[in-house]
């Protein structure tokens, strides 16, 4: 997927140190708030890391305990800088549920080479009135992960009411059932979706671990960001959710 400047200058030490305090710092911390707080907690964070393995073991020991307090559902994950992974390297995840046995969410900016009107060919559907040339059948199918891959998932508001459906809030469903797109076919589609192959999911207490291992910055979700923002943009607007600029952040790189 393209990855835009502000992924490649991001300071990634200056966020990292936020990370840290993210889970250690309280129980149902936001990283709006966290970031609020950062300037307070800075001196504390840095004088953790001198003291070693003690400290990662507490560490280790407080994701367990807050484990069932930390609910990333409805919130964006957002892929550290330094994450190389040729998955998940620059991406954003959508958190669908997130409770003590795990989670699951939807890669949201990384696009396959798959139209909707391709994809419903390939399932036998027809865009009965939706024409080839509509925008919706150009729009792309994503790539939401790399669990059940060769499967369709669609991420959708207003909710509806549909035979396989998650209700992750009262404005966003996540949809599995085949009639959510025989209802896209025949003109009735949801007012926003996002149509993706595959998932991404975690085992009970993965995420969490990945979060103090400084794999993932979390953010509550904005519909806007979700749906309507181009999807080579969509990196760089989650992070400002953060009250983070990424080239302004770029700009301090190699400062104290």
């Not at 004088?47 to 807050?66: E, I, L, R």
């Not at 139209?115 to 925008?135: A, C, M, N, V, W």
């Not at 209802?183 to 085992?203: C, N, Q």
Request: aromatic content about 6%; some cysteine.
């Amino acid at each position: 997927m393209p990855q835009t400047s502000g992924v490649k200058r991001l300071d990634t030490a200056k966020v990292v140190a936020l990370v840290q305090t993210n889970i250690q710092m309280a129980k149902l911390l936001t990283s709006r708030q966290f970031l609020q707080h950062a300037g307070g907690v800075a001196s504390s964070a840095a004088s953790a890391a001198t003291d070693g393995g003690d400290d990662n073991k507490q560490a280790d020991h407080q994701a367990d305990v807050q484990r069932d307090d930390l609910n990333l559902t409805n919130h964006f994950l957002i892929a550290m800088p330094a994450m190389h992974d040729p998955i998940f390297g620059g991406t954003v995840i959508y958190i669908c549920e997130h409770n003590a046995k795990g989670a699951m969410g939807l890669v949201i900016n990384k696009p396959t080479d798959m139209t909707l009107s391709g994809l419903f060919d390939r399932i036998d559907l027809k865009l009965e009135i939706i024409p080839d040339s509509h925008p919706l059948g150009k729009a792309p199918v994503m790539f939401g992960g790399p669990v059940q891959d060769d499967r369709g998932f669609v991420l959708h508001t207003p909710t509806g009411a549909y035979s396989s459906s998650l209700k992750v809030t009262d404005q966003i469903a996540f949809t599995t059932s085949r009639d959510i797109l025989e209802a896209v076919a025949a003109g009735e589609a949801p007012e926003r979706l996002l149509v993706s192959i595959g998932y991404a999911g975690w085992g009970a207490g993965q995420l969490e671990r990945e979060i103090l291992a400084n794999g993932w910055l979390t953010v509550p979700a904005d519909l806007h960001v979700l749906f309507d923002v181009p999807l080579e943009a969509r990196f760089d607007a989650a992070m400002r959710l953060l009250g983070i600029d990424p080239y302004l952040l770029s700009a301090e790189a190699g400062h104290a």
